[in-house]
């Protein structure tokens, strides 16, 4: 069974159309026929683990979600980015171009006295992103990137099939 599928209510951003996605299925904290937020296609999200769009939250391009990945609020994820393991993008946070987030949030706000860590897009940018905890970010194109995300995609793999013996 598909874990979500594309509904019929689409909306334009920056000339593409985004379709509201619909779960199939119940999985994590998603209920089965729960309206989730907006993708371009159906590989912006992986079918396995919890990974999930939410909110008024975009992902488009080749960018995607996967893992127990959430991308929330009114997050966008694009470009060739990717959000994997149990990593979060919620609030007003914009993703993109060839970064990974494979730990930690992503977040449009600062509370008083909190720590922020700054993560540059690049020489040719004036934008940075600002995440707080844990947060990790590499190029996409790095091998050690691709190694790890590997790993990180067969941890959940591991997890999701410990969860389903347990059941037996």
């Known amino acids: ?4 599928s594309l509904t019929k209510t689409t909306k334009q951003w920056c000339g593409i159309t985004l379709y509201q996605i619909k779960a199939e299925m119940s999985f ?8 989730g937020g907006w993708i371009e296609k159906k590989e ?12 008024n939250a975009q992902v488009s391009g080749n960018a995607r979600v ?3 990945a959430w991308v929330s609020g009114n997050a966008q ?3 060739n980015a990717r959000v ?4 979060r993008v919620s609030g007003n946070a914009r993703v993109s ?5 494979i730990l930690g949030y992503f977040f449009g706000h600062k509370e ?4 922020l860590k700054y993560f540059s897009l690049g020489d040719d940018s004036d934008y940075e992103l600002i995440g707080k905890g844990n947060c990790k970010v590499e190029e996409e194109n790095n091998q050690k990137t691709e190694l790890l995300k590997k790993a990180q995609e067969l941890i959940d793999k591991a997890q999701e099939l410990k969860l389903e013996a347990n059941k037996l």
């Open 112 to 115: 008083k006295k909190e720590d």
């Open 44 to 55: 912006n999200i992986n079918e396995s683990g919890d990974a999930w769009v939410s909110g």
């Open 28 to 35: 994590g904290n998603v209920s089965k026929g729960d309206l």
């Open 66 to 68: 996967s893992g127990n």
């Open 77 to 79: 994820v694009s470009g």
């Open 97 to 101: 171009g060839k970064l990974s987030l």
């Open 84 to 87: 994997s393991g149990n990593a």
């Open 1 to 4: 069974m598909k874990k979500f």
